[in-house]
C-alpha cells in the first residue's frame, strides 16, 4: 500500500532513500554535464570518422543498457540499424554474462560497450573479439574497472563514466536515473560526429538544462498537488498501469517508465504503441482490470481484503507526426470501461529536450512509487 503521506514528507522520504535514487534523479542535468565532459576529454569530439558504420552494435548488462540501445535506435532512424546483444549466461551476475558479436560484424561496423560496472569478464572478452575482426570498439564504464585496460589493449575509445561518490558503497540499480544519463550521453556525442544523429553541445547542455528544470518541478520538496511526479506515483498505486505512448521519443520513454516500475517499485505495466495500442489492450480493458468491473462488491470484507487490482492508462505523448494523434480514442476508450487516465506531454523544444522531459518526470514518479510504498 502507498503510504501518500510520506510524498510531502521530505524528511521522511530522504530517510526511506537508501539507495540515493532521489538524489541521482535530481542530479540527472548535472550528471549529464560531467559526461559530456568526460566525453570532451577522452576525445570524442576530435574523432574524424571516415563515413557512417553499417551497423551500431551495443553490449551492457542490464535495464540500463537495453534503454541506450533503445533510444539510440529511435533517435538514429533508418541511418544504420542499431542492434542490442543481448547476453547469455547462467545467472545476471557479471561473471557469468557472455556476450557474441553476430556473424556479420566485421570493419565497417562500431560496437558501443556500456556499463555501470565494468568487471564483467564478458565485455572484456567481447572487446577482444572485436578487435579481432576489425570492429571499432567505444565503451563507457566506470574509471580503473577492468575493462578499462581491455579497451585499451584492444586500441578501443574508452570513456569514464560520470559516478558520484555515494554510489560506490552498493552496487547501482540498473534502472536508477544517474545511470542512464552517465552512459548514453557520451554516445550522443559520439554518433553526432559520425552522422547517425544530431547531438552537438549546445543540445547536450539544453538536455541538462531541461533536467534541471524538472527537478525542480518534481523534486521532494514540491507538493504532491503541484508536482506530477509525485501525481502520477499516487495514481498508479495499486493498479496496473497500461502506458499508451504516441509520438517517437514517447516510445522508448515508455518502455524505460515499465522497466524502472518493475526493478525499482516492484510493480508490473504494459506497454504499448498508439493506435496499436486500442485493440491490443481492448481486452484488457473490458475484463476484470477494468474499473468498471464489480464497482462494489457487497461481500468484499474492506477491512480484511484488499480492493481488486484495476487498470490505469498512462498516456505519455510527444508532437505525432503530421498531427495525426490517436490520444481523443484513446480517451474515449478508457473513460467507456470506467478506468481512469493519466496523461504526460513535454513542453516544447527539440527531441533530445522533449525525450529528456518525458524520461525524467517519469523517474522521478517511479522513484516516490518505490519509496512510499516501500520496495
Not at 537508501?18 to 559526461?35: K, N
Not at 535495464?63 to 545476471?92: H, K, W, Y
Not at 565497417?108 to 568487471?119: A, E, K, Q, R, Y
Not at 481488486?308 to 508532437?319: E, G, K, P
Amino acid at each position: 500500500m502507498l503510504d501518500e503521506s510520506l510524498l510531502d514528507t521530505p524528511k521522511a522520504l530522504a530517510e526511506a532513500d537508501r539507495r540515493a535514487l532521489l538524489r541521482g534523479a535530481a542530479e540527472a542535468g548535472a550528471r549529464v554535464r560531467t559526461a559530456a565532459r568526460h566525453a570532451a576529454e577522452s576525445g570524442v569530439h576530435d574523432l574524424k570518422p571516415d563515413g557512417r558504420p553499417r551497423a551500431i552494435l551495443i553490449a551492457g548488462p542490464g535495464a540500463a543498457a537495453i534503454c541506450v540501445a533503445d533510444l539510440l535506435g529511435t533517435l538514429a532512424g533508418a541511418t544504420s540499424p542499431v542492434t542490442r546483444l543481448a547476453p547469455a549466461g547462467v545467472a545476471p551476475a557479471a561473471g557469468a554474462l557472455r556476450w557474441e558479436l553476430p556473424g556479420w560484424a566485421g570493419s565497417v561496423d562500431l560496437l558501443l560497450i556500456t556499463t555501470p560496472d565494468g568487471s564483467e569478464p564478458g565485455l572484456s572478452l567481447l572487446a577482444e573479439q572485436a578487435y579481432r575482426r576489425g570492429c571499432t570498439v567505444v565503451a563507457v564504464a566506470p574509471a580503473d574497472s577492468p575493462l578499462t585496460e581491455a579497451v585499451h589493449n584492444n586500441h578501443g575509445l574508452f570513456v569514464p563514466m560520470a559516478t558520484a561518490p555515494y554510489e560506490q558503497d552498493e552496487p547501482l540499480a540498473a534502472s536508477a536515473p544517474g545511470v542512464l544519463w552517465a552512459l548514453l550521453t557520451p554516445l550522443l556525442a559520439l554518433l553526432d560526429r559520425t552522422g547517425l544523429l544530431t547531438a552537438p553541445p549546445d543540445a547536450i547542455e539544453k538536455v541538462a538544462d531541461r533536467l534541471d528544470h524538472i527537478a525542480e518541478r518534481c523534486g521532494p520538496a514540491t507538493a504532491t498537488y503541484s508536482n506530477p511526479a509525485k501525481t502520477l506515483a499516487a495514481e498508479l498505486a495499486d493498479t496496473l498501469p497500461l502506458i499508451w505512448t504516441e509520438g517517437v521519443s514517447a516510445g522508448p520513454a515508455g518502455r524505460r517508465l515499465a522497466a524502472a516500475l518493475a526493478e525499482l517499485a516492484g510493480q508490473p505495466a504494459l506497454v504499448a504503441e498508439l493506435p496499436e495500442a486500442l485493440a491490443s489492450h481492448n481486452a484488457l480493458l473490458a475484463g476484470p482490470l477494468a474499473g468498471s468491473a464489480d464497482p462494489d462488491d457487497f461481500f468484499r470484507d474492506r477491512v480484511e481484503e484488499a480492493p481488486a487490482l484495476h487498470a490505469r492508462v498512462v498516456l505519455l505523448r510527444d508532437r505525432p507526426l503530421g498531427g495525426l494523434t490517436a490520444a481523443p480514442a484513446a480517451r474515449d476508450l478508457a473513460l467507456s470501461h470506467d478506468t481512469p487516465i493519466s496523461e504526460l506531454e513535454p513542453e516544447p523544444g527539440g527531441e533530445l529536450e522533449t525525450l529528456a522531459e518525458l524520461i525524467a518526470i517519469t523517474d522521478f514518479a517511479a522513484v516516490y512509487l518505490a519509496l512510499a510504498s516501500g520496495a
